[in-house]
């Protein structure tokens, strides 16, 4: 299917979308304002008007459009099947978020997202309706998505969540069998730690991607769905820290690479006392320095 069809499918079920929020005979927005919401051209958003007039969805005459009855689920138009992995699109998502700083409250423009990303604009409908469902975006009240900020209290209900989850990984960690997967894991962890550790004076940029496998390997030994779910949080917030101070990055970063490696000495060394003590100090650490941040940019 060309691409161009399938912007065009795309924007018509967006228009849709848009006027089930719209009582019968309110005014249909302009062209222009259409063409807003829908991330499309005029010519498009023509194309949609003369499908949504056929179906006897709204009346057109000249510039006057107004609502003739609610749009059912039988009024819109089928969209190809995607090919794009959704975990590559979370994490060229999350890259994004972390190399531009994307602020809080930042409006998300679909269209330029689909183009940048080169994905069909319902994934990236799909992927943030996901994420709103834990309060991180939410939808426009006239179309679109918006990034949303922290408060102080969402930073510490998530941190204490997240401590909660993360010390029983460690204690099933440091009972886990020789043979489990997590140890080969742990040690390609510590190599990584150790090689960015000699480059941190130009390469601590390159931490938040470290901290990610290293939480991923403790987090890998509990099979649980809902911590796979949870986990989803915690990279866009703790390794994708779009909101974080940046003026003592490099410090913090080195600082966080010695507090894994303890980790990991503890849990090589099968001491569970001493790991969760361990991770105990590395989960205040990180709890402080998103509230710290959270005061840098007056939210906390």
């Known amino acids: 299917m060309a691409r161009s069809d399938t912007r065009y499918r795309e924007?018509?079920?967006?228009?849709?979308?848009?006027?089930?929020?719209?009582?019968?005979?309110a005014p249909i927005p302009s062209e222009t304002r259409l063409s807003e919401i829908?991330?499309?051209?005029?010519?498009?958003?023509?194309?949609?008007?003369?499908?949504?007039?056929e179906l006897g969805l709204i009346s057109w005459q000249?510039?006057?459009?107004?609502?003739?009855?609610a749009p059912q689920s039988g009024d819109r138009i089928a969209l190809p099947r995607s090919s794009a992995d959704k975990g590559d699109l979370e994490q060229r998502f999350l890259?994004?978020?972390?190399?531009?700083?994307?602020?809080?409250?930042?409006?998300?423009?679909?269209?330029?997202?689909?183009?940048?990303f080169d994905v069909p604009q319902h994934d990236l409908r799909e992927f943030l309706a996901g994420l709103?469902?834990?309060?991180l975006v939410s939808r426009r009240p006239k179309g679109g998505w918006m990034l949303l900020g922290f408060t102080k209290d969402f930073a510490i209900e998530l941190s204490d969540f997240r401590s909660v989850l993360e010390l029983n990984a460690v204690a099933q960690v440091a009972e886990a069998p020789v043979g489990h997967p997590v140890w080969a894991a742990?040690?390609?962890?510590?190599?990584?730690?150790?090689?960015?550790?000699?480059a941190m004076e130009t390469d601590y940029h390159e931490f938040s991607k470290l901290d990610e496998q290293f939480h991923l390997a403790i987090n890998s030994v509990v099979k649980n769905r809902f911590i796979a779910e949870f986990q989803k949080v915690i990279s866009l917030i703790f390794h994708y820290h779009y909101m974080w101070d940046k003026t003592a990055e490099k410090e913090r970063n080195a600082a966080a690479i010695d507090e894994h490696?303890?980790?990991?000495?503890?849990?090589?060394?099968?001491?569970?006392?001493?790991?969760?003590?361990?991770a105990q100090r590395h989960l205040r650490t990180s709890k402080t320095t998103l509230l710290s941040s959270l005061r840098h940019h007056d939210l906390g």
Not at 64 to 69: A, E, I, M, N, P
């Open 62 to 69: 000249g510039r006057d459009k107004s609502l003739l009855r």
């Open 95 to 116: 890259d994004w978020v972390l190399r531009f700083d994307v602020p809080a409250n930042t409006p998300l423009s679909i269209a330029e997202l689909s183009r940048n």
């Open 186 to 198: 742990l040690a390609k962890v510590r190599a990584d730690h150790l090689t960015l550790k000699t």
């Open 132 to 135: 709103s469902r834990f309060g």
């Open 11 to 25: 924007a018509y079920n967006q228009i849709l979308t848009y006027c089930e929020t719209l009582p019968v005979a």
């Open 38 to 53: 829908a991330g499309v051209s005029r010519t498009v958003i023509r194309r949609c008007l003369t499908r949504m007039q």
């Open 261 to 278: 490696l303890a980790i990991i000495d503890a849990l090589e060394a099968r001491d569970a006392d001493a790991a969760r003590a361990a």
